[in-house]
């Protein structure tokens, strides 16, 4: 079998479909040769290479999303109120609700460097994965992340396993910065959400991506100036993310709709769309990953036939 490797791509919450895309891998019996993972990706990514375990990653990540350090975050405050937008029947308080959250968020934007401390996303790295070198994991890993200093991609082989995996996951404006030898880095998502570049770069003959970005809603009324910037960039980014899921040889696409990146209360809901969507790339993967292994040890076999000498009467019943 060819050598397979994982680009399991940015997307919040939605990423938690990488776990339902690697429970069928595992049930399957496909081998993971190497992972590489922006953003969630790389956090999903980094258990899964330290534990090929599904049931063991799920369980940890259920764990850290009960931690102090996550409530702490906040993040439901970030969701967007769609209904706000689409439904004019809402009391006078709901509204009032949903603006002095706005109001609140544009503040933080204009007087802070981030929504939320860099600590306490460390924190919360910290109860997912241990002190480690990126080197000493069970399956070959790497993540990517920006580099906001040079404008460049990073992918990170080597070092700290937490500080890349901090800096790949650290979304712009809701995390500060990561300043890792004297540069400063924030979430891969903004040069390679689906990391396919990075896991052949690895050695992989076969890269299987799970793209978890969201599609982009026909439906949208832009309200703040902020809000058309968000859109724009958010559209960017789709149209990047296409270009380069071109190089998958499998592109698994979870059907999670426009779940929302802080949606993380919808963890079983996105588990099941990600195991649903692998099962129907199951076969596709099986086959491109064989076909070359199955070929050449035909070959092989033949060849060893025909090149070993026979006495007269070999091989006939």
Request: a positive charge; hydrophobic letters at 45%.
């Amino acid at each position: 079998m060819r050598k397979i490797g994982l680009a399991l791509g940015g997307g919040g919450a939605r990423g938690l479909a990488h776990l339902g895309v690697l429970r069928v891998l595992e049930h399957g019996r496909i081998p993971v040769s190497c992972i590489a993972g922006t953003s969630m990706g790389a956090i999903v990514g980094a258990c899964y290479a330290l534990n090929p375990s599904v049931a063991t990653v799920e369980k940890s990540i259920r764990t850290a999303l009960k931690h102090s350090a996550f409530a702490s975050m906040k993040i439901n405050l970030l969701s967007r109120n769609e209904e706000v937008l689409k439904n004019h029947k809402l009391s006078f308080l709901e509204r009032a609700r949903h603006f002095a959250k706005s109001g609140y968020l544009a503040y933080i934007s204009t007087t802070k460097p981030a929504f939320v401390e860099l600590e306490k996303l460390e924190q919360l790295i910290a109860v997912l994965l241990p002190d480690i070198s990126i080197r000493d994991t069970t399956i070959p890993f790497c993540c990517v992340a920006a580099n906001l200093t040079d404008g460049t991609e990073k992918v990170f082989t080597r070092g700290s396993l937490r500080r890349a995996v901090l800096a790949s996951s650290s979304i712009p404006g809701v995390f500060p910065p990561v300043q890792i030898d004297g540069r400063y880095f924030n979430d891969g998502a903004a040069v390679n959400v689906t990391p396919v570049r990075a896991a052949k770069g690895m050695g992989a003959d076969i890269v299987v991506a799970s793209n978890v970005k969201g599609a982009i809603s026909r439906w949208y009324k832009p309200e703040t100036a902020s809000e058309v910037v968000a859109r724009s960039y958010y559209i960017t980014g789709i149209f990047l993310n296409r270009l380069q899921l071109k190089e998958a040889d499998v592109v698994i696409i979870p059907a999670i709709g426009h779940m929302h990146w802080t949606d993380f209360a919808k963890m079983d809901f996105m588990i099941a769309r990600g195991e649903k969507a692998a099962h129907h790339k199951l076969l596709e993967l099986r086959l491109k990953a064989g076909t070359k292994g199955l070929a050449a040890r035909l070959k092989e076999t033949l060849t060893t036939w025909l090149t070993t000498p026979r006495k007269l009467g070999d091989g006939v019943r």
